[in-house]
């Protein structure tokens, strides 16, 4: 039988077991998944031919291409840039290079990237949040590709998450404005559609209200793209209107570090006059002036531990943990007692 | 002869005309590259076959993946990101997807880079400046890979270059801040190994110099990674030393946001006491207080036409154009009149 040959190929024990090599490869990769009988009959065929399960997964995986690619929102501004960095610092260091590619924010374009990354050979992917077309998920999971989530976390979703709540995150923080004394609230916050993030963060400042017991005026939402200066023109219709806040709380610190600088182009003064604030602490907040009050989110550990999972699932082909990581209140100068 | 095959191949015409595949390739795609005799057998043996251009060039182009890889420095700050940004939605446009991959300023991973988006299938790569190893670039020329340089412009280099002249840039600044009354001039620079920009932006400061006909002290330089927290080290670094600058000027605006910062910190007033400038004019640069004195790069339309001439050296299989974008001399509050 098999001595003719001298090392036995996965072929050899398929026809030996009876079976495709797609099941002999699930026997040797991912045996939860087999038959108690069929792999019963291929791991004697294995043994055998003196098949080498080392040899036949080194042989997988050099059908690897030990690419890993990323999807993120925007390359324009500096929330995903850090983790990102941090990401890519980790896959190097395990031997995996990173591609990423940018939606521009709008979700339609995801699929055609997640298509591309994985017939370009991307081992994996990195995605941002849950939010994101069935077909999306359906296509991922057809072509068996390994993801996981990051920015966010669902632990009951079925893909795996290394992330934060972003809702109790934000939630936190809306507690302590409300705790000061602020009534009069406003928020600028990213486009909601297709954003998961952003709307949670939104419901998070709806709860603290909810919970606060206290009387609220309307909570005045502008929803804007993010940018400096999307965050200048949100400023400018908030304090436009009638019934000015005492705060506008911002989806995050590009939009809080625009209506910071469009406020005091304004001759407001931040905090006495306007509290803002912002969120994910990027270096952004800590160089304005005043420094913005925000939630600091764990980028670097993020993004480090996200590519530690990412290789771990392509690796030990398991199904991935998700991972809650700590957000911090970050008490800065732009947030004090409301004016009135 | 050929009339027995409907459908005329590539290799009928390297056989009829006596050449290689790869000549007949060259010929069709980069005809001055080939010798003249050359090029007219092969000119005829198509003639003769019937091979049609055309679908030769249908039956390449299939081959192609739409891909464009480009290879930056970093992901974490903000100075790649506009321009790239812009870059990914001209060539979305043009029907392509973007993968980008970081080196993290370690010119020795970027080749790992090329390779890597060459073998997943990029049709065409940007690069960023033009300081990188023999080895990358013969390996360019070899696999016949389409490459743009760009944020750097050199028209006489062998890879084409969409740009801007750091050195004379930089240089324009700094006749400025010279003319000012400035004689005590200090520099934070990024490392200089590997980054032509970095490199050409200091040697602009000294051209400044010598050719001010002014004496100047020492010119101190501090090289630093970039990053908020470097600038502010350095700043450190420079004032804690005698002899300190009227004047420091950053090699981008991340690094003059750290050394304004730490101004701040450390009780001198800017410009009052110190003046500060940058490169780049990323909204950073704005968003400071006092916003910096920069040099404004054309970030989006750079990218944009990066887009355009990178697509139409793949589509029209040219060897591309070289442009130099204008910069412009942002004059903010920043920069004044030295304090002695």
Redesign the interface.
């Known amino acids: 039988m098999p001595t003719s040959q001298p090392i036995p190929t996965l072929d050899d024990v398929a026809r030996s077991a009876g079976v495709s090599t797609a099941t002999v490869s699930r026997c040797l990769n991912t045996p939860g998944q087999v038959a108690k009988p069929t792999m019963e009959r291929v791991m004697k065929a294995v043994e055998v031919l003196g098949y080498t399960p080392n040899f036949g997964a080194r042989s997988m995986a050099s059908k690897r ?1 030990h ?1 890993i ?1 990323a999807i993120i929102p ?5 929330i995903f ?2 983790g ?2 941090a990401f ?2 980790e896959l ?1 260091k395990l031997g995996y ?6 939606t ?1 924010y709008r979700p339609e ?1 995801e699929e ?2 997640v298509r ?2 994985v ?3 991307a081992d994996a992917l990195l995605l941002i949040g849950f939010d994101r077309s069935p077909e999306t998920y359906a296509y991922l999971g057809k072509r068996n590709v390994p993801a996981l989530v990051s920015w966010a976390y669902a632990p009951d979703h079925s893909l795996p998450s290394i992330g934060f709540d972003n809702r109790t995150s934000m939630q936190e923080l809306a507690q302590h404005v409300i705790s000061l004394g602020h009534r009069d609230i406003a928020v600028i916050t990213a486009v909601l559609r297709g954003n998961d993030r952003a709307a949670l963060r939104l419901a998070g400042i709806r709860d603290a209200m909810e919970q606060s017991g206290h009387a609220f005026g309307d909570l005045r939402v502008i929803e804007t793209p993010y940018g ?1 200066s999307h965050g200048e023109r949100a400023l400018d219709q908030l304090m436009d209107g009638g019934n000015r806040p005492t705060v506008i709380m911002c989806g995050n610190d590009v939009l809080a ?1 625009g209506a910071l ?1 469009r406020a005091k182009e304004r001759g407001l003064g931040v905090p006495k006059d306007l509290s803002i604030t912002g969120f994910d602490d990027i ?2 907040a ?4 005043p420094a913005l009050t925000t939630v600091h989110v764990p980028h670097r550990e993020m993004g480090r531990k996200a590519a530690q999972e990412l290789v771990s699932i392509l690796e030990k082909r398991g199904a991935g943990h998700s991972v809650a990581l700590e957000t911090k209140l970050m008490i800065r100068d732009s947030l004090s007692l409301p004016s009135r």
Chains 1, 2 share one sequence.
């Open positions: 291409t690419t690619g925007t390359m324009e501004n500096a840039a850090r990102l960095q890519q610092e190097h290079t990173l591609l990423v590619s940018s521009g374009v055609e990237q591309a990354l017939s370009r050979g400096i570090a600088k270096e952004l800590r160089i304005v002036t």
